[in-house]
């Protein structure tokens, strides 16, 4: 009778531990959408009414005129920046996964990975400055501002990547290989379409991060208002004019009007790369 009453008392403060911790999970999760809806709909709120036509297609002049070159210059310089870091990303990520064998290499690599992915941007930014735009002398332009964005994303994407193809069973290498398929042929044809997804996550995820880069970009892609004709010409992206709305003071209603498309280009970007994952995966599945 006596053990049935402790078992009774464990099972309650049990259930009640699980309760709680649900709970807090739940508020969590809660407090995290929260805090993202509150941000989104603050800067909407404050700047919806500033965008139009005008403001969309023209250029600035001093507190009037819109913000057409930075629109195409935050676009230019994402699809440059992606260019360059996508594959090196997961080239790297396919090595460390699918040929390296566990050693110190793997591991300075590793090493290195995760140190480049703690380093802050103005450091790269200062690097990218010195490097790129002084010593090789790529001047102000929108591939050293590249070149620079890449390498500050490159830990991302093949951290991410990894995990990806660290989550495909491995199964399908064996059944691959066992049907008379080359290592190489199992990992681009069995293995890569799988971990699509995960991939194209951390594409978004390194997108988020170049759209909204401030300090790395002025310091090799320049701050020139102007659209940017070529890779060796100086631009300003929208994250670079909306800081020096606000800091100069010169609009602050400009300045939410630019988070505002900011926001609403990286909602779009995100929205069809999660489409084109849909689509992938769907034809994956008829064949």
Request: hydrophobic share 50%.
């Given at each position: 009778?006596?053990?049935?009453r ?9 259930d009640?531990?699980?309760?709680l ?5 739940f ?6 959408v ?6 989104l709909?603050?800067i ?6 500033e ?19 930075m629109i ?9 920046a992606l260019m360059?870091s996508t ?14 064998k ?12 995760e140190?480049l992915a ?8 200062l690097?990218?400055?010195i490097?790129f ?8 332009s ?5 070149v620079t ?11 991410t990547t990894?995990e ?24 681009m044809?069995?293995v890569?379409?799988?971990a699509?997804?995960?991939?194209l ?27 940017a ?12 004019h909306m800081?020096?709305l ?11 009007a ?5 926001v ?6 995100n ?6 994952a ?8 008829k064949?």
């Amino acid at each position: 009778m006596e053990q049935l009453r402790v078992g009774s008392k464990q099972k309650k403060r049990r259930d009640l531990s699980e309760r709680l911790l649900k709970g807090l999970i739940f508020l969590s999760a809660f407090i995290t959408v929260g805090m993202l809806l509150w941000i989104l709909s603050y800067i909407v709120f404050n700047g919806i009414k500033e965008v139009s036509w005008e403001f969309l297609t023209t250029s600035p002049k001093g507190e009037e005129g819109g913000i057409l070159p930075m629109i195409l210059n935050t676009i230019y310089i994402i699809v440059l920046a992606l260019m360059i870091s996508t594959p090196i990303g997961v080239l790297s990520a396919i090595y460390l996964v699918e040929y390296a064998k566990p050693g110190k290499t793997v591991r300075f690599i590793r090493f290195c990975t995760e140190s480049l992915a703690g380093i802050p941007s103005i450091i790269y930014g200062l690097f990218g400055l010195i490097f790129f735009v002084t010593l090789l002398k790529w001047q102000f332009s929108m591939i050293s501002g590249a070149v620079t964005l890449s390498i500050m994303v490159l830990p991302t994407m093949i951290r991410t990547t990894e995990e990806a193809l660290k989550a495909i069973p491995n199964g399908y290498r064996e059944a691959s290989m066992g049907l008379g398929a080359s290592k190489l042929r199992t990992v681009m044809k069995a293995v890569l379409p799988s971990a699509l997804p995960g991939i194209l996550a951390a594409i978004i995820l390194n997108t988020g991060r170049i759209v909204g880069e401030t300090a790395a970009v002025v310091m090799t892609a320049g701050m020139s208002p102007y659209i940017a004709k070529s890779a060796s010409e100086s631009g300003r992206t929208l994250a670079v004019h909306m800081y020096l709305l606000a800091k100069e003071g010169i609009s602050f209603e400009k300045a939410y009007a630019t988070a505002t498309v900011l926001v609403i280009i990286v909602l779009l970007i995100n929205l069809s790369t999660k489409l084109v994952a849909k689509l992938l995966s769907r034809d994956k599945d008829k064949v």
